[in-house]
């Protein structure tokens, strides 16, 4: 019974006084529908296209805005992967590393269409990952610690934007 009396009173409190999540501001600022751009990197061509994927996925689930050709959309996003680097964080007894850290360079420039205002952020994201008893990093894990790392930089971009419409 108490902790419906409390879960209660914090919905009265946050519903009174006026909270938003960033998201619903980021929402205001795209518009319901998003075309989502992908400039392919020749460093990381298999990366650039399931990066598409991962933005389109986010767009869809974080601001529930549809993604749409661009003749619809109220505003174009584009996306571009511009830097990868792994760092070594830990090795084992033998000097193998089995630790690490990705981190990704992304550049967003978004541009509502009915205001023609554009803006470009970079942000970066990180993912850490284990490799357990191996030392090499294959192309699965490469590829699954880079979505996530950008899926990180997408969640700032969001944070941003939604930020500026304040």
């Known amino acids: ?15 009174g006084c ?4 960033i ?22 061509p298999q990366n650039s296209v399931e990066l598409k994927d991962s933005v389109s996925r986010s767009i869809f689930e974080r601001l529930h805005s549809r993604v749409v050709d661009k003749q619809e959309a109220d505003s174009v996003v584009e996306v571009e ?3 990868v680097l792994f760092h070594t964080l830990a090795e084992n007894k033998t000097g193998f590393a089995t630790f690490y850290r990705c981190e990704v360079n992304v550049r967003f420039k ?7 205002s554009t803006r470009i952020f970079s942000k970066k ?19 699954e610690a880079i979505n996530e790392a950008v899926i990180q930089a997408l969640d700032g971009f969001i944070s941003q934007v939604g930020i500026e419409t304040f």
Do not use: W
């Open 23 to 44: 998201a619903h501001q980021a929402n205001k600022a795209l518009g319901g529908k998003v075309f989502v751009e992908v400039k392919i990197s020749l460093r990381d």
């Open 1 to 15: 019974m108490k902790k419906l009396f409390l879960f209660l009173v914090v919905c009265v409190f946050l519903a």
């Open 110 to 116: 978004y541009t509502n269409r009915y205001t023609q």
């Open 125 to 143: 994201g990180y993912y850490n990952f284990s490799l357990g008893n191996s030392s090499n990093i294959t192309d699965s894990i490469r590829m």
């Open 81 to 83: 992967l511009q830097n």
């Open 18 to 21: 006026g909270y938003q999540p």
